[in-house]
């Protein structure tokens, strides 16, 4: 993968690319950024450029071995990311089980997030994690000598679902790893990491991408006209990886818009009405149906949406980036009922919410109780408005 490829991140391309050059490689380094800003190509940008000797924009070194890199075949670059059993890895699931799968994630969705890779695996009622199956395969990969005769590079994706037992048994080989061998662990939440392992890494921070690098990037890339690529990276949000999915409608948030709007209308309704509490029952019901990332990722959504709703109840319309897309749901009629009296006990019982079904808690028993405290929340944000 070559830094032209990745969008945006020139001050992040040119520390690395300046640091390798004058022999200054950590052995140890975090990449800490949201869905969608670029992580993971930089981190196989960065290892393709120590490892090939290349060049500017990766290119003037070992041509054989920039050629291994195109289907991220390179025996010096391994991953490591979460999994889980299937259903034809019925036990013992380790990264090396999944090559495959994940070379398709990365040559299709190489923005892509967890809910991505879990649909490639068909999993996406599971919850993966890097455990310590997947640390003795990391200690055996790395104690073998290089192909090319000089680096190694172990990205770890995704490294805050490593368990205990996983992080313990890493702690060592990351704080001293064999010559010439690089980690490179990538988070969305490095506060998810514990301490010991994120100490001993030299932390790069990614910020969201800009809407112009986004535009650009979706005319490049689906050759869509100026003005709807405009309006798609406003909605992203510094997301590439949301904005290739609005290109395609095939975002997810359709869907969860939809749960959403029936959601907040039934639990208005709910008060003194039977059926609209039958509603509330039938719709935790099938939610629960769906995988436990579908879950988290439509909570997650559900707490962007309240909060773009507060913004928009007080006038900081620059900042809001959502559009609606559901037949009869505006959010500005929305939002007069999030304000001050009720958003952060809402985003807490949805924080609370994800953290319980996180920990295999019955979501159906988990969503009904958010739903009862939803709508408590807001009648009381009617009531503070009358």
């Known amino acids: 993968m070559l830094f032209s490829e990745i969008l945006g991140q020139t001050h992040i ?8 050059d004058h022999g200054r490689i950590p052995h140890a380094q975090l990449f800490v950024g949201k869905e969608g800003v670029g992580t993971l190509p930089m981190a196989i940008a960065y290892a393709q450029y120590v490892i090939c000797n290349n060049t500017s924009e990766n290119n003037s070194g070992n041509e054989s071995c920039n050629l291994k890199f195109k289907n991220f075949g390179h025996p010096d670059l391994h991953f490591a990311f979460p999994v889980t059993t299937t259903n034809s890895v019925k036990n ?3 990264s090396n089980n999944f090559m495959e799968e994940w070379r398709k994630l990365l040559n299709e969705q190489p923005y892509g997030n967890l809910f991505d890779w879990y649909k490639i695996l068909g999993v996406d009622n599971k919850q993966g994690q890097i455990g310590v199956d997947e640390a003795q395969d990391i200690v055996k990969k790395l104690s073998l000598k290089s192909y090319e005769g000089g680096y190694k590079f172990m990205i770890i994706w995704m490294a805050e679902k490593m368990n205990i037992a996983c992080a313990n048994k890493l702690l060592k080989l990351i704080e001293e790893p064999p010559d010439k061998t690089v980690f490179i662990l990538i988070a969305e939440d490095e506060s998810q990491i514990i301490n010991t ?3 001993r890494c030299q932390v790069l921070h990614f910020p969201p991408l800009s809407q112009q690098v986004i535009e650009d990037g979706l005319v490049n890339q689906f050759n ?3 003005s709807v690529a405009a309006k798609i990276a406003n909605q992203a949000n ?3 990886n949301k904005a290739c999915d609005l290109v395609y409608q095939d975002s997810e948030d359709l869907q969860f818009e939809n749960w959403f709007v029936f959601w907040v209308r039934a639990a208005f309704r709910a008060k003194g ?4 509490i039958h509603d509330l029952i039938g719709w935790s019901e099938d939610i629960s149906k769906t995988g436990r990332e579908t879950q988290k990722q439509f909570l997650n959504f559900c707490i962007e949406l309240f909060r773009q709703a507060m913004l928009l109840n007080y006038n900081a319309k620059p900042l809001v980036y959502m559009e609606s897309k559901t037949e009869g749901f ?5 939002a007069p009922f999030v304000n001050q009296n009720n958003i952060l006990e809402i985003i807490q019982s949805l924080e609370e919410a994800i953290y319980h079904i996180e920990r295999n808690a019955n979501s159906k028993i988990v969503l009904t109780d958010l739903s009862i405290k939803l709508t408590r929340l807001l009648h009381k944000k009617s009531q503070a408005t009358t």
């Open 13 to 20: 391309k040119n520390h690395l690319t300046n640091s390798a």
């Open 92 to 94: 013992h699931p380790v």
């Open 197 to 199: 392992i994120r100490s």
């Open 224 to 226: 869509i006209e100026k």
């Open 238 to 240: 510094g997301n590439y």
């Open 273 to 276: 009405n039977k059926q609209a």
């Open 330 to 334: 505006k959010l500005s009629n929305f």
